[in-house]
């Protein structure tokens, strides 16, 4: 079973990177074509729940390299800081968990006893799909069991589980070329129908368009649903796999759930990435790793908050 727990701390900086400089645009004022230009936002860039959630996810696969969800389901409630912007279903939910009702219970009475089909479960799995790398049905099989401690409808489970194996993927691809469409391929065999699974089949024909028309078509998840998030933000990672910068552009740019899109696609693209620039690839620019706020030290305590590993060469701005 190879492991890659390099891959999972890059995808979680990505991820958190992506998920405070996504944040930035909620704020007016912000301005995309200075973003391409190289002149992000001023820090400090503050992450949000997407970054919360998933460094506890990744502080457990690398501890025990498997999902205990009773385990997680506790981490979220006692680290749960409802100023990050967590939804008010998330909120009960976890309240509940902290208060001593099974989180199977509690997770499932929402929404009429269907469950979240919220995007939830799919912004924070990209570190565990990495840490999973090449290993695409280990991943999704620990992927389905994070989403079930809050998320228990099939089109979240669906999302988390496509997000992994696409982190996976990214994660087994970093010294090799990754055409577009094999990203996608790869996501296929964990599909299960419904509308998840189409807007993902959607995207991949859908390779090659403009990031307006691939947001138009699968949406940019304003609707805060798996079906509406996942889609994009795996055409975005596909798109642009080896650039890093590119990748959480093209999120700023379709707008809508923009700090979860980001953290979506930046943590699948930072799996292949890594940190820093070099022979053709862009990782995540170390201009921004400085500017998002530190991660808790429970979560990184493997590696210093702030320092930074591969890539290599100048940094991107």
């Known amino acids: 079973m190879p492991l890659n727990s390099d891959a999972a701390r890059d995808s979680l900086d990505g991820l958190s990177v992506g998920d405070a400089l996504g944040a930035q645009f909620f704020v007016p004022g912000r301005s ?3 973003l391409r230009a190289g002149r992000p936002p001023a820090p400090p860039w503050e992450w949000t729940d997407d970054t919360e959630m998933a460094c506890s996810v990744y502080a457990q696969i690398r501890g025990d390299g498997r999902i205990d969800r009773d385990k997680l389901a506790a981490a979220f409630a006692d680290r749960c800081e409802p100023y990050r912007g967590y939804s008010g279903g998330t909120v009960v939910v976890l309240h509940q968990i902290r208060d001593g009702r099974p ?4 997770a499932g009475t929402q929404f009429d006893g269907r469950g979240s089909w919220g995007n939830g479960a799919a912004m924070r799995v990209a570190p565990l799909g990495a840490y999973f790398a090449g290993d695409p049905d280990r ?6 069991r994070s989403a079930e401690v809050t998320h228990r409808h099939p089109e979240a489970i669906v999302g988390a589980m496509a997000v992994a194996v696409a ?4 994660a087994a691809s970093r010294t090799k070329p990754c055409a577009p ?3 996608l391929r790869a996501v296929e065999p964990y599909l299960v129908e419904g509308r998840t699974a189409s807007g993902v089949r959607r995207a991949a024909r859908l390779l090659g368009r403009s990031v307006a028309e691939a947001a138009y078509e699968l949406g940019n998840g304003a609707q805060v649903s798996a079906a509406d998030t996942v889609p994009f933000t795996l055409w ?11 990748a959480v552009t093209a999120c700023v740019e379709a707008g809508g759930d923009v700090d979860t899109t980001a953290a979506i696609v930046g943590g699948i693209v930072a799996a292949r990435t890594g940190i820093g620039s070099g022979d053709g690839v862009r990782g995540v620019p170390r ?10 030290v429970w979560a990184v305590s493997d590696r210093a908050d ?4 591969g890539g290599g060469g100048p940094d991107m701005r």
Not at 287 to 296: D, I, N, V
């Open 236 to 246: 975005a990672a596909a798109t642009f796999a080896g650039d890093y910068p590119a």
């Open 181 to 183: 469409e094999e990203l």
């Open 306 to 309: 702030g320092e930074v590993e």
């Open 103 to 106: 989180w199977a219970d509690a």
């Open 32 to 34: 995309l074509p200075e």
């Open 287 to 296: 201009q921004w790793l400085s500017a998002r706020e530190p991660l808790p």
């Open 139 to 144: 991943a999704a099989a620990q992927a389905a």
């Open 167 to 170: 982190a996976s993927y990214a």
